[in-house]
Structures are given as structure tokens and as C-alpha cells.
């Protein structure tokens, strides 16, 4: 089977193929087709059900271009992952806003991730709360990303408690920054996942995106900026009172944590779970909670912290 996508101009058709003709190699490798592109025409050939998925995907980002003038983020159910399974026992999005990066569609896969994007895009303020895998850092990168490329902001700040979880940083070699990037390791392979490592390497030498421990924020105003504080559930309350006080003119902030997985030494108290007493209630700061049931990595994943959930339920 072929069907054929007609463009308007060499613009629309650069746009549309994206850097390198990443999304063509992108949506030949996803939808198993084979894509020919010449003359403002895209012809996309292979079995019927990979062909007309392909062409949807492709007709909804020409849709996107030609309404926004650049792939700004869509409502539709057109993308890659409309097509996938979503989480056991959540409930499929309604069509939430979808993010374009290296070719790939990142949108939410369940009701809750639909309403945390919402609330991104609604609130300057955004707190996350929820375990492990379900998405949490993943979109806010992509949110801040999306950001970054349209001049909504001028740059990225990255950061992350730098707390010991039952290893010692003393033990670890080399200098300060060796000790602490074992830490934000996490947030360069979300950052990598949606830019290339040499276009992510240049904004980082120009201090476009910067990665951090949560101890370098102090004392600074963050102008311009979209700001992810990873992790938050490892802040002290004093910490977290720091960080919220950060955030100057034009700026955004998703602070996301799992209050499940506390690693503060002695008794100390989470600034996560203190800032959902105190902040409650403010207009432009949200709270959004993410279950076991939007879990999108390893089926497994969501078993395991469900049969943690039991066990801790079981042993108080």
C-alpha cells in the first residue's frame, strides 16, 4: 500500500522532515515503511495498518506546522504513543499535549501524566509527587525543553539534593563535580533522551542549561529560566524554602519527588512532605499526585512497588 503527503513549500518539508530527516528515519523505524521524499511529496509505502499510521502521524505534524508555524506542542491522539499499550489500570489520556524531540513524540500515556502537563503549561509552580517510573522528571524535561526551543524561556536549570543513599560521597574519586555527577546522572540521560549529545554539550558550555547540586541555588534569582528540582523528597524543609525562593521574573518550576523513597539521615523531616502542609491552596503553585498505576517503565516495575506498598502497609 502508498499514500502520498503533499507539501507546500521547501520550508514546510524541512520543518516537517526534521534535522537530518530525523523524524523520516524516526517514523520508517517506528511504523516498519518505507519513506520516499522528493519534489514537496512524501509517498510512505508498506503493509496497510503501518501505512496508515505513519501517514496519521505525518498528517498531524503538517496540521501542527502550518496551525503554529513550528512543531509547538498539539492536542491530538495521532502520535506513536496513542497507539501503545498505557499503563495496567490507568485511564487513557483525552489527546494531551504532545512534545516533538529527536523525532520521538513524548506525550502523556494516562489520565494523571495528562493532568501534570496541564498543570505545567497552566502554573509557575508545579509539584509532583509520585514513585519511581512514572514519568515524573521525563516530562517536565520534555515540557522544559519544548520551552527552551520556542523562546518561552532563555534557559534550563537542572538540580538535584545531592544526598548520600547508604553509600558515602568521601569514597567516590576525584574532585567535588566527580562526586556529585554520579547524582545528577539521571537528569543528562533525560536531558540526552531529547537532544542531541553535542547540541546538549553546547548549551551546557554556554550555561544555557545548567546542572547542579540543590546547594548551588542558594543565594541566586533565577530570571528566564524553567527549573526542575529532581528528587525533592531528599530536601530538607529549609532546603526547599531555599529553592522556591529561587525563582525570579518570567520563570517556571516543577519540583517532583517520590515521598516513598526518603533517604534524609536520622528523622529528618522531608521538605516534600512539609511543602505539601504549608503551600496547599496557592494560586499558580499545583500539586499533582501520580500513582503505581502510571508506571510506564518495566511491567514489572509497578508490581514491585505495589508488593513494597503491601509490605510497608503490613509492617507499621
Known amino acids: 500500500m502508498e499514500k502520498i503527503l503533499k507539501l507546500s513549500s521547501n520550508e514546510e518539508a524541512i520543518q516537517l522532515y526534521g534535522s537530518l530527516d530525523e523524524n523520516l528515519r524516526y517514523a520508517e523505524k517506528e511504523y516498519h515503511v518505507v519513506i520516499t521524499a522528493r519534489n514537496h511529496q512524501l509517498k510512505i509505502s508498506g503493509d496497510k495498518k503501518n501505512v496508515t499510521q505513519a501517514h496519521r502521524f505525518f498528517t498531524q505534524?503538517?496540521?501542527?506546522?502550518?496551525?503554529?508555524?513550528?512543531?509547538?506542542?498539539?492536542?491530538?491522539?495521532?502520535?506513536?504513543?496513542?497507539d501503545q499499550k498505557t499503563p495496567e489500570g490507568s485511564e487513557t489520556p483525552?489527546?494531551?499535549?504532545?512534545?516533538?524531540?529527536?523525532?520521538?513524540?513524548?506525550?502523556?500515556?494516562?489520565?494523571?501524566?495528562?493532568k501534570y502537563i496541564e498543570a505545567v503549561l497552566e502554573n509557575d509552580?508545579?509539584?509532583?509527587?509520585?514513585?519511581?517510573?512514572?514519568?515524573?522528571?521525563?516530562?517536565?524535561?520534555?515540557?522544559?525543553i519544548e520551552g527552551l526551543k520556542k523562546g518561552f524561556v532563555s534557559r534550563?536549570?537542572?538540580?538535584r539534593p545531592a544526598?548520600?543513599?547508604?553509600?558515602?560521597?568521601?569514597?567516590?574519586?576525584?574532585?567535588?563535580?566527580?562526586?556529585v555527577n554520579p547524582y545528577l546522572r539521571p537528569l543528562y540521560d533525560a536531558l540526552h533522551d531529547m537532544m542531541d549529545f553535542d547540541e546538549a554539550h553546547r548549551y551546557i558550555e554556554r550555561g544555557v542549561?545548567?546542572?547542579?547540586?540543590?546547594?548551588?541555588?542558594?543565594?541566586r534569582t533565577l530570571n528566564d529560566a524553567f527549573v526542575i528540582l529532581d528528587e525533592a523528597q531528599n530536601t530538607t524543609p529549609a532546603q526547599m524554602k531555599m529553592f522556591l525562593t529561587r525563582l525570579g521574573e518570567s520563570s517556571k518550576a516543577v519540583i517532583t519527588g517520590d515521598v516513598?523513597?526518603?533517604?534524609?539521615?536520622?528523622?529528618?523531616?522531608?521538605?516534600?512532605?512539609?511543602?505539601e502542609d504549608v503551600l496547599t491552596g496557592i494560586k499558580?503553585?499545583?500539586?499533582?499526585h501520580l500513582k503505581d498505576t502510571d508506571v510506564v517503565r518495566h511491567a514489572l516495575v509497578a508490581e514491585i512497588i505495589r508488593a513494597y506498598h503491601r509490605y510497608d502497609e503490613r509492617h507499621r
Open 61 to 82: 505534524r503538517l496540521k501542527d506546522l502550518r496551525q503554529h508555524h513550528g512543531p509547538h506542542p498539539v492536542r491530538n491522539t495521532g502520535s506513536p504513543q496513542a
Open 94 to 114: 483525552s489527546g494531551a499535549s504532545a512534545f516533538y524531540h529527536r523525532g520521538k513524540v513524548i506525550r502523556p500515556r494516562s489520565k494523571n501524566q495528562e
Open 284 to 288: 499558580g503553585l499545583k500539586f499533582v
Open 260 to 275: 516513598t523513597q526518603i533517604d534524609l539521615p536520622g528523622s529528618k523531616k522531608s521538605g516534600l512532605v512539609e511543602a
Open 209 to 219: 542549561i545548567e546542572v547542579a547540586p540543590l546547594a548551588y541555588m542558594r543565594g
Open 125 to 144: 509552580i508545579v509539584i509532583c509527587i509520585g514513585p519511581a517510573g512514572t514519568g515524573k522528571t521525563y516530562l517536565a524535561m520534555a515540557a522544559a
Open 163 to 179: 544526598v548520600e543513599a547508604g553509600e558515602s560521597l568521601g569514597y567516590l574519586p576525584g574532585d567535588f563535580q566527580a562526586k
Open 156 to 159: 534550563i536549570v537542572l538540580t
